[in-house]
């Protein structure tokens, strides 16, 4: 279990967040730029300084008596840019910091590039530093991963792969994750609880399903999207489509359900009030 409550003032506002999260639970924050995402993450990291208390797995890390720091919590923290070692290997940036080389291996094969461990990390393409960089993150086995944009300036097919491999990540070592992220497709994808913030309080928190699905009207339309999801409902199968910033639902026929695949580009229609969803050619 770990426990959050803070109390920061970031001067046109205050951050001002509570919530609990249960052992290798995904939580994705989300709302306006300048609602204070970052900050949370990096008071949770021991970055920056609040009053309040955090308590992860029955360790008390911030309360009126206790201040971690940094080195002393059990995190591990993704950004956007990288922060790779330029220098070093890839395998270096692992063992740089944790000294286990099979670890480093297992970590390298699970974000599949194992085959660029003896490569500088000068010579690697956008999405292969972000692999790195979730891999160097996990070295210490973190009780909290802290993930600020990671995928965001990657394209989307590459951050279709990674948030593959976040999963799997979070998954085999059973890590709790907090995600800030802009992207609701991704959101949808990775988490299991979302809050989002605005000017520093919770303004809502549940499900990525009932805080991020709007189910479009019936007016004619034809909308480009990204098949999320396939998910069998009673009787009948739903598609979960990303629109835009949007994400809808859209019952499929048996015949759509079977041939439509989780990761492809769709269009959208509705036509006589019946939604139609066929795979696209058109890129988001």
């Known amino acids: 279990m770990i426990a959050v409550k803070l109390d920061k003032d970031l001067g046109e506002f205050t951050l001002d967040v509570e919530f609990r999260l249960a052992k290798g639970s995904f939580l994705a924050v989300a709302g306006p730029s300048g609602s204070g995402k970052t900050t949370l993450l990096r008071i949770l990291a021991g970055l920056e300084e609040a009053r309040g208390s955090i308590e992860v797995e029955g360790e008390i890390w911030l309360d009126d008596r206790t201040y971690l720091p940094p080195q ?80 965001s300036a990657l394209d989307p097919d590459m951050r279709m792969k990674l948030q593959d491999e976040i999963l799997t990540l979070h998954r085999e070592f059973g890590t709790t994750t907090v995600m800030v992220s802009h992207d609701p497709a991704e959101i949808y994808r990775l988490a299991d609880w979302v809050v989002t ?10 499900s990525p399903e009932s805080i991020l699905l709007q189910t479009a009207g ?8 990204r098949l999320l ?8 199968h739903v598609a979960i489509v990303a629109v835009g ?6 019952v499929l026929s048996n015949d759509e359900a079977k041939r439509l695949r989780v990761g492809h580009n769709v269009r959208l229609g509705i036509k006589a009030f019946a939604p139609l969803v066929e795979t696209s050619s058109q890129t988001n």
């Open 218 to 225: 019936s007016q004619k339309l034809a909308l480009h999207g």
């Open 197 to 206: 913030l605005e000017r520093g309080t919770i303004q809502k928190d549940g």
């Open 229 to 236: 999801d396939i998910v069998k409902k009673d009787v009948v």
């Open 72 to 151: 002393k919590r059990s995190i591990g923290f993704v950004f956007q840019e990288y922060a790779l070692f330029p220098s070093m290997r890839v395998i270096d940036n692992l063992l740089y910091v944790q000294n286990d080389p099979t670890l480093a291996r297992r970590l390298l094969a699970l974000t599949h590039i194992d085959d660029l461990a003896d490569r500088p990390v000068t010579r690697l393409s956008g999405g292969q530093k972000q692999r790195v960089a979730l891999a160097r993150a996990m070295m210490r086995r973190p009780k909290l991963l802290l993930m600020d944009e990671p995928l």
């Open 245 to 250: 910033q949007q994400i809808v639902e859209v």
